[in-house]
């Protein structure tokens, strides 16, 4: 890969400067990526009372959506951009005014206390940033309700890629919400070009769960999946 497509993807992970607004832009207007956040908004089945969570909110679509459908709950979220938080907050003004949505600069890595538990989570092409998924899953789950519903949404965007890739990212994100105490992990497919979407669901069962003892032993299938995506590296 060469030096400046690099650096542009790296963008993705934390927009910032010139080439940040350029990626932000493109996450605006590419239609895989409006997409993409309103499937995963649609999938979650966001009802008017719930609090809902997104991690890496990039420029604030999916909030936005969030926010329309929660209108009695409230909407937060979490990025380390300061550029996509500016940018975050300005798309989501009114709802911020009337504190409904409440959007904070922040890695995943180190959750901030919101003052309420989530009833929906997601997190559309964040994944594959996180250096330690099942960590930051667990400390996801610790901030939501019984019976809360996570989604993770991975379309990969390197050249080539194919529905493998997809199917790989899917594997992963599913073997990371197991690890993290998730119940009911499944995925589905989100069909869209030029590769599918993958999104990995998983619950918060009603009482605390552990997963089996004979999982616990297994070794993590999750560091030993290659993600159809640069990314830990920037
Ligand atoms: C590829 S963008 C996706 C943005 C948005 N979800 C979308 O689909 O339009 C990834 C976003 O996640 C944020 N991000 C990545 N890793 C993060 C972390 N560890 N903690 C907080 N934010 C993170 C980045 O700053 C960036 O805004």
Known sequence: MSGIRD??????GKPRGLLGRIASLIMQVRPSNRKRNLRTVDVVDIRPEDNVLELGFGPGIAVAEAARRASAGKVCGIDRSELMLEQARRRNRKAVDAGRVDLRLGAVERLPEFGVHFDKVFAVNVFMFWEDPIAVLRGVRGQMSAGG?????LQPRSKGATNDDSRAAASAME????????????????EMAP???????GEVAAAPA?????????????????????????
């Open 195 to 201: 590769v599918s979407a993958a999104c990995a669901l």
């Open 149 to 153: 519903t996570i989604a993770l949404t």
């Open 175 to 190: 073997a990371a919400l197991r690890e993290a105490g998730f119940a009911n992990v499944r995925s589905t497919m989100f």
């Open 7 to 12: 650096a542009m993807v790296c963008q993705f």
């Open 210 to 234: 552990t997963a089996p003892r004979a999982l616990q032993a297994m070794p993590s299938p999750v560091a030993s999946v290659v993600l159809p995506f640069p990314s830990r590296s920037c």
